[in-house]
């Protein structure tokens, strides 16, 4: 039998930006696999491959290992299981109804991990005084089929930058600064089109931590347009998948600093 690995993992790092790709997973927990009527390939590719890779870059970070389809950490609890078709892109997810057992076992997950996570923030808030978290996504721009054009790239940036549920006056330094060095980087020959709010504004875990930690936590919730992978093959570019996240390093820098400068962030001190 093969070993299932741990639902998230977590590293704290040395600094106040932390990493998260709540989607990269792709692993279904034994006791579900033999209701699951949805194929590996289509999961995978509403699932975002690569966005674990670029939330390490960080430095701290948290990357959850199962799939979205079987838990949904980006939603609240009772929509966090993807009962029926118009809660997952048309999908059918199950073959058959889902045993309320699993729902209680799979809702206690979600319950558990947003205790984990608020302890793991505390920390940070006591070492550095704030922090930032990019909230990592990725999203498919080709949804008609593989051979179909993509869709109009007036409403769909190479980078989306959510906000929505930010006090966007009070955060306005650090978003800013961190959007010009995001277009700033070099992307397949030519600056990154970055935009904010066009087609995410960013969902669950950002709402739940601007709610928790008020003028301490600002959470960017980062939607990549899947330029850098076929969406329908799954197969990757490399090199784009590389340049991401070298632009994602570049802007570490510029996030401490405004942390920094602008909300009373200390560079390094201990836990208390």
Request: charged letters at 25%; a negative charge.
């Amino acid at each position: 039998m093969q070993r299932e690995s741990k639902s998230w993992e977590w590293h704290d790092g040395n600094g106040p930006v932390i990493g998260i790709a709540l989607h990269a997973g792709h692993e279904i927990r034994g006791d579900l696999r033999p209701i699951l009527a949805i194929d590996e390939e289509t999961r995978l590719r509403e699932e975002d491959p690569y966005t674990d890779q670029w939330a390490r870059s960080c430095g701290a970070w948290l990357v959850v290992n199962r799939s979205r389809f079987e838990l949904d950490l980006n939603r609240p609890q009772d929509q966090a299981i993807y009962c029926t078709p118009d809660q997952s892109w048309g999908l059918k997810v199950w073959s058959s109804s889902y045993p309320a057992q699993l729902f209680a076992k799979i809702y206690k997950e979600h319950t558990r991990f947003y205790h984990e996570l608020d302890n793991y923030l505390e920390r940070f808030v006591r070492r550095f005084g704030a922090f930032v978290i990019l909230d990592v996504h990725s999203y498919n721009h080709r949804r008609e089929g593989p051979n179909t054009a993509p869709e109009n790239p007036a409403f769909n940036p190479g980078l989306n930058v959510g906000t929505g549920s930010l006090d966007r006056s009070y955060w306005a330094p650090l978003i800013d600064g961190f959007i010009d060095d995001m277009r700033g980087s070099n992307y397949r020959g030519k600056p990154m089109d970055v935009r904010e709010n066009i087609k995410f504004r960013g969902r669950y875990l950002a709402e739940h931590v601007h709610r928790k930690f008020p003028g301490v936590g600002c959470v960017l919730a980062l939607e990549f347009k899947k330029t850098f992978m076929d969406e329908w093959t799954g197969i990757p570019d490399m090199d784009a998948v590389a340049e991401i996240e070298s632009a994602l390093r570049f802007s570490i820098a510029g996030l401490q600093n405004s942390l920094i400068t602008h909300y009373g962030c200390i560079r390094h001190k201990n836990a208390g």
